[in-house]
């Protein structure tokens, strides 16, 4: 076994532990992840295969300079019988292009010297029959190259030109940056100009250049010879000057079999940790089911005494985090994650003042009277309440529930700032690239939906459901996107809604009230009608401040788990430099 082979098997546990979570606008948690290590693995094995650093070298192989004779010569023959055009002399691959030593018997070349890349046989529609495969990019996995599906021309009929390729031709992808999608042609067919069909000249292997065409060394070149800004492309001339690491036939066979092998245990590990991950994932999910499943605070004390003792097994990923999270914020609702003080005033008495006080800004004409709401039925009621809690209506404490601007207004340098869902998809407002109104135009809006500290917005387009309690007194107004809810916040506490509308119970009240197919809206009446959990006002106090105790904890979690995945990130960095040193 080879140094480079000796150091990918002795580091399995490296490769598959490097895992980074992939990033997700809005809000809930994201359950994509990327196996960082085992990606770097893939590309290491391929930059090792073309460095002739993947198999020991036989000085008994024919060397590459030989089989570049073999191809001078058929290309020649080719040229004389007229079946290719005469290509364009190219330059001798000089010292400054070379980033890396080639073992004596492997040559330098360009890919224009050895295969056949831009020598295109176009076809049209007419000519093709109803068996003839017709290739798409879409039909190619990003990164993999695996082929998705095969098509025929019965089934997908063209009007536009395509390239026409024949069996073991290599089939690569010329868009860019980061598309990798190569593959070698098991049958004749045709494809879009997109992909380039090229033919190995002699017996140089298509399966080794395929391998060449997904190394980094490559990748790099390719990304950095593109042209054009919406859809870059690798163009020909870039394509044909490309040098490429030739090792002599019979060790490009050694090494396409390598590769196949060690990529079969890379997709053997992938499987392995991915199933790994899932398990992990139901067995979080499994433990804090047990949390919201508590009868009281005191067997949910229990359980989390329990779950507690293995916190750093347990929520070792950004899931998990998440999902403990939405479960903290559940039981707050819920009643459990605090005890009951039955010396507290019951939230019964705290509606009715509410209703009351409402009632005489109504007759004093200081809000407008609300349309009633239907009482809240036992069928809407997914849980039991613990005693002095109640269900109420968002409408029913609310002195108002409103939006922002419903027509665009005139943008100007300076002035009031205006905020759009977008200065508050963060979970709070962002006056860093705000755009501004004038000040009348600000006033004039504020006659129907005036933003003052204290208030609650809701993001109601696009990502909806975001709560913020505005804790600036700086002076803004809003866009359509966004609802504007005055409460009464001595009676209710802000950051208690806050957190009762991040829960998971209201989060599905949010979604399953949306409006619309593609930028679904949150409409007013819908946010009137949620069915809120409504504690006695101090209880609300100490849920809050559990919740923010819970959520530092959570937040300490992620911190431990950044820092972990940073130096699993730098390892398998490490290891990558180490094995192409």
């Known amino acids: 076994m080879s140094q480079a082979q000796q150091l990918i098997t002795d580091n399995i546990a490296t490769w598959t532990s490097a895992i980074l979570a992939k990033s997700s606008a809005g809000r809930g948690s ?28 036989d000085p008994t192989d024919e060397p590459a300079s030989v089989l570049l004779e073999r191809i001078a010569a058929e290309k020649a023959e080719l040229i004389k019988a007229k079946k290719i055009k005469k290509p364009k002399a190219l330059p001798v691959v000089s010292e400054g292009e070379i980033d890396f030593e080639l073992p004596a018997s492997w ?28 290739l798409e990019l879409e039909d190619i996995e ?30 690569y992808g010329k868009l860019r940056p980061y598309l990798d999608k190569v593959l070698v042609s098991d049958e004749a067919g045709v494809c879009t100009t997109e992909i380039i069909p090229i033919t190995c000249y ?34 020909t001339d870039k394509a044909v000057s490309a040098i490429v690491p030739l090792p002599p036939v ?43 499943d508590s009868a009281d605070a005191d067997e949910l004390a229990q359980n989390w005494g329990r ?13 998990s985090i998440d999902a403990l999270k939405q479960t903290i914020l559940q039981l707050a609702v819920m009643g459990k994650l605090v005890p009951q003080n039955p010396d507290d005033e019951p939230a019964s008495v705290l509606l009715d003042k509410i209703a009351t006080e409402k009632a005489i800004l109504v007759k004093e004409k200081k809000i407008k009277k609300q349309k009633p709401l239907p009482p809240i039925s036992d069928d809407e009621k997914p849980f039991e309440l613990p005693k002095g809690w109640d269900w109420c209506r968002f409408g029913d404490i609310a002195h108002q529930i409103t939006d922002g601007a419903h027509h665009t207004p005139t943008y100007i340098d300076s002035g009031v700032p205006f905020l759009s869902v977008k200065d508050m998809s963060s979970g709070a407002l962002n006056f860093s690239d705000t755009r501004f109104i004038s000040r009348e135009q600000h006033q004039d809006l504020t006659k129907r939906c005036n933003p003052q500290k204290g208030d609650l917005l809701l993001t109601k387009v696009g990502t909806t459901g975001i709560p913020i309690i505005i804790d600036t007194d700086i002076e803004f107004s809003i866009f359509v996107s966004v609802a504007l809810i ?7 506490s802000g950051s208690y809604l806050s957190t009762l509308i991040k829960s998971p119970f209201i989060y599905q009240q949010s979604q399953e009230g949306t409006q619309g197919v593609g930028n679904k809206n949150l ?42 995945r940073q130096t699993q990130v730098h390892l398998t960095d490490a290891l990558v430099n180490q094995a192409l040193a």
């Open 250 to 292: 019979s060790e490009q066979q050694r090494i396409v079999a390598k590769v196949d092998e060690l990529m079969a245990l890379c997709d053997q590990l992938e499987q392995q940790t991915e199933a790994s991950i899932d398990a992990h994932a139901t067995l979080v999910e499994i433990l804090l089911s047990t949390l919201t």
């Open 486 to 492: 005055k409460f009464p916040a001595d009676k209710v």
């Open 523 to 564: 409409v007013l009446k819908t946010i009137a009608s949620f069915r809120l959990i409504m504690p006695p006002l101090t209880e609300q106090h100490r849920i809050v401040a559990k919740v923010d105790e819970l959520m530092a904890i959570c937040d300490q979690l992620k911190d431990k788990l950044k820092q972990s």
């Open 202 to 235: 002699a017996d140089f292997s298509p399966f080794y250049l395929r391998c060449f065409l997904k190394s980094p060394s490559f990748i790099k070149y390719a990304d950095s010879s593109t042209h054009g800004m919406s859809l870059p492309r690798l163009g």
């Open 142 to 171: 990003k990164e993999t190259s695996r082929l998705l599906t095969k098509i025929r021309f019965s089934e997908r009929k063209f009007k536009s030109t395509k390239n026409v390729f024949k069996p073991l031709d290599v089939l």
């Open 107 to 134: 040559e330098w070349s360009r890919l224009g010297l050895i295969a056949s890349y831009g020598n295109l046989n176009k076809v049209e529609a007419k000519a093709a029959k109803p068996e003839t495969w017709v």
């Open 307 to 319: 779950i507690a003792e293995h916190f750093d097994t347990l929520f070792t990923t950004d899931k």
């Open 30 to 57: 994201s359950n994509k992840y990327e196996l960082y290590g085992i990606k770097k693995l893939r590309e290491l094995i391929l930059e090792l295969a073309v460095r002739g650093k993947l198999v020991p070298q």
